[in-house]
């Protein structure tokens, strides 16, 4: 018997996989009529492939939020720090935050820090970059959505208010990107071509949006 602990999904499928999640746990897909000797078998025999994916998934996950740690806006790193206050305020090089609060208080403050901002900057940023490519849309809605920077729904604009962590001309590429998909709704050579067009460093910009993920 494994010593590896993991849970088990069975379903009409043909193959079995292993996942490591994000958690760190490990998640045995298989078949229904799978025996349970042949999935313990199947995962001793990915023993190195387990532990290797494990590394991997703890060496990417992100420092914990406190104070004293850094975050970006507009591209630029502030810090953190604890002031009497009761959300987040700029001040220099500082993100003033209230003491005292948990991590996930501390990341919700930060997150409402981001939206102020975003609803400041992005809908005049939008109708501006809209007027100069003449790329229209009909409404912007500004999320916090962790998994993608903005989207485009017929010509509706989504942008992540976390976007806001960015520099001020990769914002700009990610505008670009959302209302060229108000005319191309792939990412087709003719898609690029028309981001390109309006932004031709736009994969330096693609770049440098994986450092603020």
Known sequence: MTDI????????????????????SIE?????????????KFVLSKRAWIENATAKMKAAAPAPITYGSKIRFFGVELTLTAAECKKAVLSDSLLLVPKELTQEKL??????????????????????ISLETGLSYSS???NSAKTHWGSCTADRIHLSCLLMAASPDTIDYVIIHELAHTVH???????????????????????????YI
């Not at 996942?19 to 760190?24: A, G, I, N, W």
């Not at 981001?114 to 501006?128: F, G, I, S």
Request: positive net charge; charged residues 35%; hydrophobic residues 35%.
């Open 140 to 142: 912007l809605l500004i």
């Open 28 to 40: 045995v897909r298989a078949p229904l009529r799978m025996k349970q000797s042949e999935i313990e």
């Open 5 to 24: 602990k993991y849970s088990i999904v069975k379903s009409e499928r043909r193959t079995v996989c292993i996942t490591v999640k994000p958690d760190l």
């Open 185 to 211: 709704h792939n990412h087709s050579s003719l898609f690029w071509t028309l981001v390109a067009k309006h932004c031709p460093n736009y994969k330096e910009k693609r770049k440098e949006l994986k450092l």
């Open 107 to 128: 990341k919700k403050h930060i997150v409402e820090f981001y939206r102020a901002e975003a609803q400041n900057y992005l809908p005049e940023r939008v109708r501006e």
